[in-house]
T-cell receptor
Framework: QKEVEQDPGPLSVPEGAIVSLNCTYS??????FMWYRQYSRKGPELLMY????GNKEDGRFTAQVDKSSKYISLFIRDSQPSDSATYLC??????????FGAGTRLFVKA | EPEVTQTPSHQVTQMGQEVILRCVPI?????FYWYRQILGQKVEFLVS????????KSEIFDDQFSVERPDGSNFTLKIRSTKLEDSAMYFC?????????????FGSGTQLSVL
């Protein structure tokens, strides 16, 4: 079983739509969950992180973790064409290793 | 804004040749990493490095790979004898000491093509 699973998409939405991106993970010991954004031919950039369960909001972005179902979500409100990128969910093992999902490609059409 | 810089941006090499990928991490960071991303696949952990030694490595990071911090600013990844399957984008990353979570700052990557 893969440690972090993510639907690769692509996901195409009109400008202004609410976007929901999701991941599942397998190990209940994982505590930290991150969302990275990756533009084409660039390195991933950390968007948000959450610890354990609950929500965290930053501007138009909300990260949500449901540990009971091992489900991670990122919501983007009022999506913009500049949000078009690949979104990677990730978690950290007990050591120094970050494990990434496959990434979901998002296209926001103007 | 401080950033991780990687050179070269593209590297083409023949199978069996040695390559060295270079990185300058953010200056006050002390944890360093290499990740790779094969085209169309996920970002994969290779190795983490702290206090001049490897902290953790993946099964990908075999004897053909090595890392070094030759001076106070550079961090390098060496592949001794490249194989076709080493073709990938290689990302260097760094993170702060004392961070409560591993917030990685990535460079823009080196695209390695092995022919």
């Amino acid at each position: 079983q893969k440690e972090v699973e993510q639907d690769p998409g692509p996901l195409s939405v009109p400008e202004g739509a609410i976007v929901s991106l999701n991941c599942t993970y397998s190990n209940s010991a994982f505590q930290y969950f991150m969302w990275y954004r990756q533009y084409s031919r660039k390195g991933p950039e950390l968007l948000m992180y959450t610890y354990s369960s609950g929500n965290k909001e930053d501007g138009r972005f909300t990260a949500q973790v449901d540990k009971s179902s091992k489900y991670i979500s990122l919501f983007i409100r009022d999506s913009q064409p500049s949000d078009s990128a690949t979104y990677l969910c990730a978690t950290v093992t007990g050591g120094f290793k970050t494990i990434f999902g496959a990434g979901t490609r998002l296209f926001v059409k103007a | 804004e401080p950033e991780v810089t990687q050179t070269p941006s593209h590297q083409v090499t023949q199978m069996g040749q040695e390559v060295i990928l270079r990185c300058v991490p953010i200056s006050n960071h002390l944890y360093f990493y290499w990740y790779r991303q094969i085209l169309g696949q996920k970002v994969e952990f290779l190795v983490s490095f702290y206090n001049n030694e490897i902290s953790e490595k993946s099964e990908i990071f075999d004897d053909q790979f090595s890392v070094e911090r030759p001076d106070g600013s550079n961090f390098t990844l060496k592949i001794r004898s490249t194989k076709l399957e080493d073709s990938a984008m290689y990302f260097c990353a760094s993170s702060e000491v004392g961070a409560t979570v591993e917030k990685l700052f990535f460079g823009s990557g080196t695209q390695l093509s092995v022919l």
